[in-house]
């Protein structure tokens, strides 16, 4: 069980954030259909990692460590979906920094926890 979970999370996560910046670049090159449909397998792979997740940190028995990166993957997420909607709206406005920092920052957190390069 603690296996498959582990692979399904560690060869979906590289691919959620392929298909982030590939809806990304649609989206800025008003390519809609192609962008409507990257952004839906995307949410599909929001999913997978948010069940698998919680399948590996109910192994744990909720770790603090792997509990607040799971916090820290669920503002990831919507760090994600704000810059996708909002370039889509063309509404980011000045906002856009911050929303690229913390982008940047969620993921660097969350993979440095999730390959234990960072533990509490
Ligand atoms: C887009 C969001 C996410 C990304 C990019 C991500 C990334 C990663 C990475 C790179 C690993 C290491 C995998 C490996 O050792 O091969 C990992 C492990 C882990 N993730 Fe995530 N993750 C995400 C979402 C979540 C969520 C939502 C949860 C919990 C609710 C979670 C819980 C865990 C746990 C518990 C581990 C440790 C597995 C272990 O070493 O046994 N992750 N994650």
């Known amino acids: 069980m603690y296996t498959g979970l582990l692979h399904t999370h560690s060869s979906s996560w590289a691919i959620t954030v392929l298909l982030f910046f590939i809806a990304y ?4 090159a008003n390519k809609e259909k192609g962008a409507k449909i990257v952004h839906m397998i995307l949410r ?3 999913v997978i990692m948010v069940l698998t997740g919680i399948g590996l940190l109910i192994q744990w028995n909720f770790a603090f460590t792997f509990v607040l990166k799971g916090i820290l993957a ?25 929303y690229w920092i913390m982008f940047v920052a969620t993921l660097v957190l ?4 999730g390959f234990n390069v ?3």
């Open 25 to 28: 670049f649609l989206i800025k």
């Open 44 to 46: 599909l792979f929001y």
């Open 74 to 98: 669920i503002s990831l997420i919507y760090f994600m979906e704000m810059i996708l909607v909002r370039t889509k709206k063309d509404a980011l406005a000045g906002k856009g920094p911050y």
């Open 110 to 113: 969350v993979v440095l926890i």
């Open 118 to 120: 960072i533990a509490f």
